[in-house]
């Protein structure tokens, strides 16, 4: 890990490069932006001594999603390479248990986010097209949408999903963790329960429910094996959102504790660079679901501004969007 030294102005990550490195700020402070130095440029936050920036394309091997830019004299930065991050995990539990809250409060406000864009499509699809009959509000959240769409556009955002690297996963079990297993059947948390844990699902299969078991029961998902879940709750001490089924004849997980997180570090840190690389796949994953339904709100609104019908391709995007609630984007909480 070695020390990099920046005056203000320099530009030491920069958005659409491949990046494998991170930074843990020393000394010094720097500016996040998108769109840096064009039209669009927007500046999306400041960080100061102690902060951590980079790590998703490292982690995922994926283009920078940002600009970072050096804002004062002889910054002092530390750059930690993709062979070094073994290294990092054992020497700094402190600083990893920041990089998992900081990926678990964007998830957490990105579904937000999410969850209203989905909520303006389905309001565009239900209200009179002629601008006049829409509220202000409706229309402030069209322009909004409207905006991030031509945005993404021009940032060349890729619609393709994020993919883990793969990973080796010998030594992932046996490492102190304690096993769980369940019949078919069985509930492993409910929601509204205390989120004292998480899980690694090793073995079989887990299904996701809201409502379970009552009227307004719905399938959120399915998990396979050598999946995390449960993990937001723990992260951030938030009730459980969801009810975790087991779904096949026999189910194994190992789970994790507060306590075990903190362990986890030198115990095996592989498993925590692959919860991480979890989260922050997850986060990039449903970015792209994000802009996706932000260009449809575009493709609505050129459609009326137009006078012309959307394809059916187009139709069947509206009317999956319109079908999302804040409910079914729990799925990304439990």
Known sequence: MDKKMYNAGDVIIREGDIGNHMYEIVSGTVDVYTGYQ??????????????????????????????????SDGAEMTEISDSELETFIK???????????????????????YSEVCGTIKEMKETDVAQLDRGLGL??????????SKIAEEKGFNKQKSVQPAADLTGVSGSGLVE??????EVIFREGDAADCMYYLGYGNVDIYTGYKTENEKLLTSLTENKFFGEMGLIEKEPRSATAVAASDVVLADQ??????????????????????HLSSRLRNLTGDYL??????QEMAEAEEEGRGLSREQLEKIEMY???SLMHSYTQLI
């Open 139 to 148: 229309l402030e959240k069209i322009a909004k949408f409207l905006n991030l």
């Open 180 to 185: 769980k297993r369940w019949k078919e059947g």
């Open 256 to 277: 994790i504790t507060e306590d075990d997180l903190e362990s986890l570090t030198n115990s095996s840190p592989l498993m925590t660079l692959l919860l991480l690389q």
């Open 38 to 71: 064009t039209g669009n440029e927007k500046k999306l936050g400041s960080l100061g001594p102690g902060r951590i920036f980079g790590e998703m394309a490292l982690l995922e091997y994926y283009p920078r999603s940002a600009t970072v830019v050096c804002t």
């Open 91 to 113: 020497s700094e539990p402190a600083q990893v248990r920041t990089i998992l809250t900081s990926l678990s409060h964007r998830l957490r406000e990105l579904t937000a986010d």
């Open 292 to 297: 996706g339904a932000c260009r449809t709100v």
């Open 322 to 324: 319109s079908q999302i």
